[in-house]
């Protein structure tokens, strides 16, 4: 199956609990099964950036997949967030089926970081 990644901007509040849901549905509106799959994320200040500023993955409990359902929830705890000193940035979140060779690109985009005043 080719998917074209949706673009999404994300906005993470330095200090707070970072969570975002998904479902991932085909074109006739039908969840896609991702058991047996795995996922994973950077948040990169830029494209060319050697290291993320976060990283969740199905490895580190950032990413939870829903199995049948096709849910994707995302989440970064707040000692995570607070760590970010970036205030934009860009990333990606890609699901690896459980061949481990067929990855699928199925968001992108900008990733908007603010400021904690309360700390």
Do not use: C, Q
Request: charged share 15%; hydrophobic share 45%; no cysteine.
């Amino acid at each position: 199956m080719t998917t074209h990644p949706a673009k999404h901007n994300l906005y993470v509040y330095r200090g707070a609990t970072f969570a975002e849901a998904i479902s991932w549905k085909d074109e006739n509106g039908i969840p896609v099964d991702l058991t047996g799959f795995t996922a994973r994320m950077h948040m990169r200040e830029t494209v060319e950036a050697s290291t993320p500023f976060l990283t969740l993955t199905t490895e580190n409990s950032g990413i939870t997949l829903g199995g049948v359902a096709g849910t994707i929830n995302i989440l970064a705890a707040a000692s995570a967030t607070s760590a970010i000193t970036a205030s934009t940035g860009v990333y990606d979140l890609e699901i690896v089926a459980g061949d481990a060779v067929t990855v699928t690109r199925l968001l992108e985009g900008l990733v908007f970081i603010s400021p904690e005043v309360t700390r």
